[in-house]
């Protein structure tokens, strides 16, 4: 763009991804023109560091899903003659046993199959309802916008976390189900709001009105004329939303309001680890670390995503 | 505000205070003639409202102790562990964020970036456990006190404001890593985008010294959005709180919390809600009276 002011102190990447940007602008005007999404995928592709995230996310993925086939031992199975042992190769305890001799490796294993399990039906809950939510405050506003900003403003004003404890004491967690659930019918409002604005400006925009003289239903216009329009955010949205409900739910458990034995999660390893950290120090540091691993991956990721689907909404 | 207390009204007491377990239907019986529990939710909303204002929240359900006395001290216990935090992870996250918008693309930069991450993907629970584990394998080795890992104060100490230090170095540790990963990527964003603005450019064209265009010039704009950030994250910061207090034993809000969450007191956790809820609104007139401080031109008539 002409008016696009370049700082004297623009490095390499970023004249690349100004240059980039420039050539969305001039998508039409190239003989071999990209669709937004082949443009946002090569962009993905190059981000060094989300990339790497994505393979090491994937292995972490794949070798939680097919837990029966990779972990040592059973969740709960003991392995008498090694009891409170420390990392070790031998006999395969590469992340220590506790004192019962129960396999720390095999138990991260099928805890993070849980947690990723709770994180998706997390995301894929919130953003179905905060796209729609959202989507539907954005298009129409008067009263339903007006409540659904209530509300928001509710989550902002008390602790998220003490909601959250609150309904799952009272309604009853400790099935990874139920966790999920209820972590997912409250964690739709960020992006509700998201959406919201994307469909406040979307709704002025000449090809809307389009749509709205060719006869077009509302349902139409919001569901395959906006909303296909709002999908970077969400995308972004719902990718740094599995790392939050993995954080969530990993507290929730840990302080034993959430998922709860006999079923494993890492926040319920965490907390059988504790009483023995300075003794079996293993038994809290390896499910600790898995989430440390599996969040930061998520949230690089997330980053690439940003970059490559909406630059607006960038945090530099 | 109204609609946030009305909601808190009608979803608490009736459906919950059935599911306390080990109650005898007597004690039941009492409990919700006491409470008003057989009038009609208007009606009890009312009486709640009343309670709060007149009876300062009234008394547990069980056991029908006064709520407030406890509350108040657990709010004074807590307020001095988040101001401390806070006010740390402020002020670090400023200068972090300041200096990687300086060196932009420098090895600091990267590092806090690296570092930030981390903080956005470190559960904070595990966090304190890990401090609080290297904290004790550190006395049991040297058996040097650096720090304690439980509780607020020691029994009869000798230097009561060390001891004092001692005890919260950690929590605060704990409270103000997220915060500071938070807010130090908003102020290198902000310090960024204002650095690049034209009146920058004309401060320097002038020949102002650098120091003076980063210090006074940039700086004052760009803490804008770090206020706003601190001020909307104060309820997620009390949140932290309850985990936090709960494994280093701080008798403030948090540990409150988780105490009559398990003893399932719902009365005790409505004024819970309600103190925390005022908390933070007060939290967002302090940013807006912050506003007005730093930027002159922002006036509220």
């Known amino acids: ?316 | 505000m109204l609609v946030f207390f009305g909601m808190t009204a009608v979803t608490d007491p009736i459906s919950q205070i059935r599911l306390i377990p080990n109650v005898s239907q007597t004690t039941i019986d009492n409990i919700i003639a006491r409470k008003h529990l057989d009038e009609p939710v208007i009606v009890q909303y009312g009486i709640w409202v009343k309670d709060v204002f007149v009876n300062q929240f009234g008394n547990t359900a069980l056991g029908d102790k006064p709520i407030w006395p406890d509350l108040s001290r657990a709010i004074g216990n807590t307020l001095q562990l988040v101001f401390v935090s806070e006010l740390i992870a402020v002020v670090l996250a400023v200068i972090l964020g300041v200096f990687s918008a300086k060196k932009q693309y420098s090895f600091f930069d990267y590092a806090t970036t690296t570092v930030s991450f981390f903080g956005f993907s470190v559960p904070i629970f595990w966090f304190a456990l890990i401090l609080q584990a290297l904290a004790t394998t550190f006395f049991l080795k040297t058996g040097i006190r650096l720090v304690y890992t439980f509780g607020q104060s020691s029994f009869q100490p000798e230097n009561a404001f060390i001891d004092q230090i001692q005890h919260m170095v950690l929590p605060v540790v704990t409270l103000s890593y997220v915060s500071i990963a938070t807010y130090s990527r908003y102020q290198r964003a902000s310090m960024l985008e204002v650095l690049h603005s034209d009146y920058v450019r004309t401060a320097r064209a002038k020949g102002v010294k650098e120091r003076v265009v980063t210090m006074k010039h940039a700086l004052r704009n760009a803490l804008i959005p770090v206020v706003t950030i601190a001020a909307l994250s104060f309820g997620a910061v009390l949140g932290g709180a309850v985990i936090t207090e709960t494994i280093f034993a701080w008798p403030g809000m948090g540990k409150l919390f988780v105490d009559a969450l398990v003893r399932g007191e719902v009365f005790t956790l409505m004024a819970w809600l309600m103190v925390t809820a005022v908390a933070v609104v007060i939290a967002n007139l302090v940013a807006d009276i912050v506003y007005g401080w730093l930027d002159p031109r922002i006036r509220y008539d």
């Open chain 1, 1 to 316: 763009m002409t008016d696009q002011k370049i700082p004297a102190t623009e490095s390499v990447e970023e004249a690349q991804t100004r240059l980039a940007l420039d050539s969305v602008h001039l998508e039409g005007l190239e003989i071999e023109s990209l669709t937004q999404w082949q443009l946002a995928r090569r962009k993905f592709f190059q981000h060094k560091l989300a990339m790497t995230s994505l393979v090491i996310l994937t292995l972490v993925f794949l070798a939680a899903l097919f837990a029966d086939f990779i972990a040592p031992y059973g969740f709960a199975e003991p392995d008498v003659p090694n009891r409170s042992i420390g990392p070790t190769l031998e006999a395969q305890h590469y992340f220590g046993t506790d004192k019962i001799g129960r396999d720390y490796f095999s138990r991260t294993l099928f805890g993070t199959r849980t947690s990723i399990y709770v994180a998706f039906i997390v995301a894929g809950l919130s953003t179905a309802i905060g796209a729609v939510i959202g989507g539907i405050a954005g298009y129409y506003g008067g009263a339903i916008d007006n409540i659904l900003m209530r509300i928001t403003d509710l989550f902002l004003t008390i602790p998220f976390l003490a909601i959250l404890l609150v309904l799952s004491a009272f309604l009853g967690a400790g099935s990874p189900v139920r966790v999920a659930v209820i972590l997912g019918l409250l964690f739709w409002t960020g992006l509700a709001r998201i959406v919201r604005g994307e469909f406040l400006s979307l709704r002025e925009k000449e090809f809307v009105e389009a749509a709205k003289v060719l006869g077009a239903s509302d349902k139409r216009i919001i569901f395959r004329h906006i909303l296909p329009n709002t999908m970077g955010p969400i995308i972004v949205n719902a990718t740094l939303t599995v790392a939050a409900a993995i954080l969530v739910e990993a507290a929730l458990s840990f302080l034993g309001f959430g998922v709860q034995p006999p079923f494993p999660a890492l926040g319920v390893l965490i907390a059988e680890g504790q009483d023995s950290l300075t003794t079996l120090w293993w038994l809290a540091t390896f499910p600790g670390l898995t989430i440390v691993l599996i969040a930061l991956c998520i949230n690089f990721i997330g980053d690439g995503l940003r970059d490559a689907l909406d630059p607006k909404q960038r945090v530099k």
